[in-house]
């Protein structure tokens, strides 16, 4: 059924995707790039597809290994050139939790309360349990940094941007009516969350094996900007900035996943903060082949296959539009394929493997 799947004798080669993406070597190939991969999907692949024994990432550092162990080898034997691996600070949120709708999924999913923040006020914030640097848990991320097969690289980030946890945090509705009622607050929410983050990619920073930094920050939807431009401007980008210059101090590129239509501040991302490549494009917004056509000389474009193609689309659709983008977006440049968003557990895993099978196809 799949010609290319899975990668027999695959060799990685991270070194050259970066240099694709930056424009330094000439793109003599459309390297693969995704943001996350669902474990509704990880499991079967690894299990039918792979052969291998499938363990749930638990508590105790056996099963985290065996975990991490299949994580690689899914990466590697799937064509990337890297993992793609992220955690975070303990950020205390009002969490909701709803069972997870897709038909292959037996898992719950949660999200931050839109309404009610755990910080309100400034008493709120001065109760609220900060998390310390050093209590944060990088074995998972080291453990993959000591592991990758030879020529492999890891991107990696602060799970989460600034925007999202000060939203999460606050709640989107407070957040909103906190830069109108209480912006002091905010910029106190800011920084004590910058410092933080910063903190953190201090560490990660240091791992021999990364390759990138593939920062997520969703800032818009389907019209606008989640905030007002100035407001982003203020509280947010500055934060970004500060984690672009120390991606580069290291040498190291600086990619952001940032969903919604972000039109209104792709100038200061692009020459105030300092991204080197772009990742999450949605074709009712904008398409990634536009999207290039407009700044693809400046940055580089990650993934592009829209999530109602890869959802709902049939797997030759979802080959018909991969061959597109690698034909119209690998050959201006500057460009990986993979999905315009991430691969959810709703995701048919038939349309993943195809996107992927057409992606290596010679």
């Known amino acids: 059924m799949f010609k290319n799947l899975p990668v027999k ?13 930056m424009g330094r070597k000439p793109q003599t190939r459309t390297p693969l790039v995704e943001y996350i991969v669902d474990d509704v999907l990880l499991q ?9 024994t499938w363990v749930e990432f638990g508590n105790d550092r056996e099963s985290q290994k065996a975990w991490l162990d299949n994580f690689i080898e899914f990466w590697l034997r799937m064509g990337y050139d890297f993992v793609r691996f992220e955690r975070a600070l303990d950020f205390g949120k009002k969490i909701l939790v709803a069972a997870d709708p897709a038909p292959a999924s037996h898992k719950d999913r949660a999200w931050a309360d839109g309404h009610e923040g ?28 000591d592991h990758l097969p030879e020529g492999m690289g890891l991107m990696t980030c602060h799970a989460a941007g600034m925007l999202e946890h000060l939203s999460q945090i606050m709640s989107y509705e407070g957040l909103c009516l906190a830069i109108y009622d209480e912006p002091e607050l905010v910029q106190a929410m800011s920084d004590r969350l910058g410092e933080l983050i910063t903190g953190y990619y201090r560490n990660l920073l240091d ?11 969703d800032m818009g939807f389907r ?10 401007r203020k509280f947010v980008l500055p934060w970004h900035k500060r984690f672009a210059q120390m991606s580069h101090e290291k040498g190291l590129p600086y990619f952001l996943h940032c ?9 200061d991302l692009i020459t105030d903060v300092g991204i080197d490549g772009k990742h ?24 592009g296959i829209d999530i109602n193609i890869l959802a709902k689309g049939s797997p030759q659709q979802v080959r018909e539009r991969t061959r597109f983008l690698i034909d119209t977006c690998g ?21 993943y493997l195809a996107m992927l099978d057409e992606a290596l196809e010679k």
Do not use: H
């Open 259 to 267: 969903c919604g239509n972000v039109e209104s501040i792709m100038e």
């Open 118 to 145: 755990t910080i309100r006020t400034w008493e709120d914030f001065e109760r609220y349990p900060w998390p310390k640097l050093e209590d944060a848990d990088y074995f998972a991320i080291e453990y993959l940094n």
């Open 331 to 351: 050959d201006r440049g500057r460009y990986a394929i993979g999905s315009g968003n991430s691969i959810p557990s709703y995701i048919p895993v038939e349309n």
């Open 280 to 303: 999450s494009y949605e074709d009712a917004i904008i398409p990634a082949e536009n999207f290039q056509e407009k700044y693809g000389e400046r940055i580089a474009v990650l993934g």
């Open 223 to 232: 019209t606008a900007t989640l905030l007002a431009p100035d407001d982003l």
């Open 9 to 21: 004798s695959p060799k990685p080669n991270a070194r050259e995707f970066i240099d694709i993406l």
């Open 207 to 217: 791992l021999d094996r990364v390759v990138a930094m593939f920062q997520g920050d």
């Open 44 to 52: 079967p692949i690894t299990t039918e597809l792979l052969g291998r």
